[in-house]
């Protein structure tokens, strides 16, 4: 069983920025990826960003220079900071593992999801 939880969602205005943690437990051995995934009314979830456990990185074309990952292996955790927030960045951020390591090349699935959390940016 794993287990993620994520936090640090909340409303911030237009050119703000907020920093998402995912801490995950249980068994998650053998776990390549982990990985952002947000999704916004009326549009298909999307990828923000992924980080292999060998630190290979990949991040959605909306967000290349504003939000940056990283994870601390001993503490099961990844983050997702974001800078100069948009309103178009408002959507539910959900934490995401998976074995498969294509997932950071935009392929695969992944095999565990946390619960989300709202981002909101106000104009």
Do not use: H
């Not at 999704?39 to 290979?56: D, F, N, Q, T, Y």
């Not at 695969?108 to 940016?121: A, I, L, M, N």
């Amino acid at each position: 069983q794993v287990q993620l939880v994520e936090s640090g969602g909340g409303l911030v205005q237009a050119g703000g920025s907020l920093r998402l943690s995912c801490v995950a437990s249980g068994s998650i051995a053998g776990i390549n990826a982990m990985g952002w995934l947000r999704e916004a009314p009326g549009k298909p979830r999307e990828l923000v960003s992924v980080i292999a456990s060998g630190g290979e990185l990949n991040y959605g074309k909306d967000v290349k220079g504003r939000f940056s990952i990283s994870r601390d292996n001993g503490k099961n955790t990844v983050y997702l900071q974001m800078n100069s927030l948009k309103p178009e960045d408002t959507g539910v951020y959900y934490c995401a593992l998976a074995y498969d390591l294509s997932v950071v090349a935009g392929r695969g699935e992944y095999d565990f999801w946390g619960p989300g959390t709202q981002v909101t940016v106000s104009s």
